[in-house]
């Protein structure tokens, strides 16, 4: 009896760890780039491609046309889906060339940088005198960041990007998922 007892509780523990442990999954959804201003830069390619179900990324290449780029600000924001793409959360802008030098940057934007850092060519200082390219991101990076680090609930998101070289607004750039 009293081992019958034991492996119930063994049992009650170890299916309340499991259906509480919560499981979520980011999947790009779309990717949309568009140049502001031609004459300053145009984007090579930008799409998501999928390879199998279960793996899919997004690639964009930027060919920037008058360099070298010595001022750059980048204005992003976090969308939810409810009707339309309401703003959920973030909505910040930073010197990009300051945030690349600093020692001590927004952790806010440090987050979000720390999710294409591995997939781009951006991550040196300021002047960009080369393409920007961001080569195929896999969804599981955003996954470990959005899920795993921090709660978000489940839902449609949109990360808009605001590129914007010496004070004028050059590209914008905009990434769909969903949250399940």
């Known amino acids: 009896m009293a081992i019958k007892l034991s492996l119930f509780f063994v049992f009650l ?10 499981y979520s999954l980011v999947e790009f959804t ?20 999928s390879v199998n179900r279960s793996y899919k990324y997004v690639s964009i290449k930027v ?19 409810m009707n339309s793409y309401m703003p959920f959360l973030y909505n910040i802008s930073f010197d990009a060339c300051r945030f690349l030098k600093s020692s001590n940057p927004n952790p806010i ?7 294409f850092n591995d997939y781009s060519n951006i991550n040196h200082t300021c002047p960009f005198n080369h393409d920007l390219v ?3 991101m896999p969804y599981h990076s955003v996954n470990n960041k959005f899920t795993k680090t921090l709660p978000f609930p489940d839902g449609n998101y949109m990360l808009e990007m605001h590129w914007i070289a010496y ?14």
């Open 13 to 22: 523990i170890f299916f309340t760890y499991y259906f509480t442990e919560v």
């Open 30 to 49: 779309n990717v949309q780039c568009e140049s502001l201003d031609k004459d300053f830069a145009l984007f090579e390619y930008c799409f998501l491609k």
């Open 63 to 81: 060919k920037l046309l008058k360099i070298p780029v010595t001022k750059v600000k980048v204005k992003f924001g976090l969308y939810k889906r």
């Open 109 to 115: 934007a440090l987050y979000f940088y720390s999710i």
């Open 134 to 136: 961001l080569d195929k």
């Open 167 to 180: 004070d004028i607004d050059r590209a914008v750039t905009k990434f769909y998922w969903s949250l399940t």
